[in-house]
């Protein structure tokens, strides 16, 4: 299963509302998680099964979306947001991972 | 707490072999499935390989199908990541990353504790 991330870069200012969006190549039903990593870093856990807040992560995130669309949103960035973020469908192995959304400072 | 702390990485000639380690503390690894998932140098993730709780079911992402096996050693909290015939392809930084929960038959196939992950660099 292929998955398409939008943007592959984004610049984005402290307090922005940021929506990236994942696309997967068939239905993955709510089988999409999301992961945040800075450099020189492990990925991070932030969202799982589509739209559930994994412990820990701000409630300024959020996911949504099943089937075959999903999108992750910041709802007012900050400062320790600015990371690259990741798809990855749990739906069928192997597992796959989007290409990566850069978020960069404006 | 948790931690997973990789080992083996370095760097070594196409067609050599190389194994990594992921020693695991702060929970209780025999139940838990295990990853491996790796990213070349300034590239995205790729995933690798997934090792039911107790060894049962193992798969593998196609390319390294045959030449990589995952195994684990729960007596010693250990997984494994035997690389055989490697390529330049192979070459980045390989995490263990822990699955959230596995029945019987299906793991959740998502990961909520990495390592730091370990660098392999295959090259001549």
């Known amino acids: 299963i292929q998955m398409t991330q939008s943007p592959s870069s984004l610049s984005a200012s402290v307090g922005d509302r940021v929506t990236i969006t994942c696309r997967a190549s068939?239905?993955?039903?709510?089988?999409l998680n999301w992961y945040q990593q800075k450099p020189g870093k492990a990925p991070k856990l932030l969202i799982y099964a589509a739209s559930s807040l994994q412990v820990g992560v701000p409630s300024r995130f959020s996911g949504s979306g099943s089937g075959t669309d999903f999108t992750l949103t910041i709802s007012s960035l900050q400062p320790d947001d600015f990371a690259t973020y990741y798809c990855q469908q749990g739906y069928s192995t192997p597992s796959t991972f989007g290409q990566g959304t850069k978020l960069e400072i404006k | 707490q948790v931690q997973l702390v990789e080992s083996g990485g370095g760097v070594v000639q196409p067609g050599m072999s190389l194994r990594l380690s992921c020693t695991a503390s702060?929970?209780?690894?025999?139940?838990?499935?295990m990853h491996w998932v790796r990213q070349a140098p300034g590239k995205g993730l790729e995933w690798v390989t997934i090792i039911w709780y107790d060894g049962s079911k193992r798969y593998y992402t196609d390319s390294v199908q045959g030449r990589f096996t995952v195994s684990r050693d729960n007596s010693k909290n250990t997984l494994y990541l035997q690389m055989n015939s490697l390529r330049a392809e192979d070459t980045g930084v390989y995490y263990c990353?822990?699955?959230?929960?596995?029945?019987?038959?299906?793991?959740?196939?998502?990961?909520?504790?990495w390592g730091h992950g370990t660098l392999v660099t295959v090259s001549s």
């Open positions: 068939q239905s993955i039903i709510n089988y």
């Open positions: 702060g929970f209780t690894f025999s139940a838990y499935g």
């Open positions: 990353a822990r699955d959230t929960h596995c029945s019987s038959t299906t793991c959740s196939v998502y990961f909520d504790y």
